[in-house]
């Protein structure tokens, strides 16, 4: 069924800004130092845009920035989401943890690549799934 232009088009827009925090979070890890805290944020913001752009297609109402919400939202859509997801509940402290001073022991280089890794593959976990409902 042809979908309608305007919600294909905001759908994508999410989908782009997902991959544009997780090609930011891998290019800040090449600055020496690398930025870990601000890779693990835009680590977080990628997954987040990604299930906003899957709720989105899906025509599903949010009104958080909570990564365990928006899970549970996209899960009671697609019941697989939820175990596939279910890593990166630990990715939401991401989302503020470094924003702002605190006294916060920042992660090392090796977390910061794994939560990119993480992060990666949960977006695209939820992009083929939007992919394989727009092919039906």
Same mark, same amino acid.
């Given at each position: 069924?042809?979908? @309608?232009? %305007?919600?294909?088009?905001?759908?994508?827009?999410?989908?782009?800004?997902?991959?544009?925090?997780? *090609?930011?979070?891998?290019?800040? =890890?090449?600055?020496?130092?690398?930025?870990?805290?601000?890779?693990?944020?835009?680590? &977080?913001?990628?997954?987040?845009?990604?299930?906003?752009?899957?709720?989105?297609?899906?025509?599903?109402?949010?009104?958080? @920035? @909570?990564? &365990?919400? =928006?899970?549970?939202?996209?899960?009671?859509?697609?019941?697989?989401?939820?175990?596939?997801?279910?890593?990166? @509940?630990?990715?939401? &402290?991401?989302?503020? *943890?470094?924003?702002?001073?605190?006294?916060?022991?920042?992660?090392?280089?090796?977390?910061?690549? &794994?939560?990119?890794?993480?992060? %990666?593959?949960?977006?695209?976990?939820?992009?083929?799934?939007?992919? %394989?409902?727009?092919?039906?």
């Amino acid at each position: 069924m042809p979908q @309608d232009p %305007a919600h294909v088009v905001a759908t994508q827009a999410w989908f782009i800004k997902a991959n544009e925090d997780l *090609r930011e979070a891998e290019f800040v =890890l090449t600055a020496s130092p690398p930025f870990i805290g601000s890779s693990l944020f835009h680590s &977080e913001q990628a997954v987040e845009k990604a299930l906003k752009g899957f709720l989105t297609w899906h025509q599903i109402a949010f009104t958080t @920035d @909570d990564l &365990e919400q =928006l899970r549970f939202l996209s899960a009671g859509v697609d019941a697989s989401l939820g175990d596939v997801l279910q890593p990166i @509940d630990r990715l939401s &402290e991401y989302g503020w *943890r470094f924003r702002y001073p605190n006294n916060l022991a920042e992660p090392g280089f090796d977390q910061a690549t &794994e939560t990119l890794r993480l992060a %990666a593959a949960a977006v695209g976990a939820v992009l083929a799934k939007v992919v %394989a409902d727009a092919q039906r």
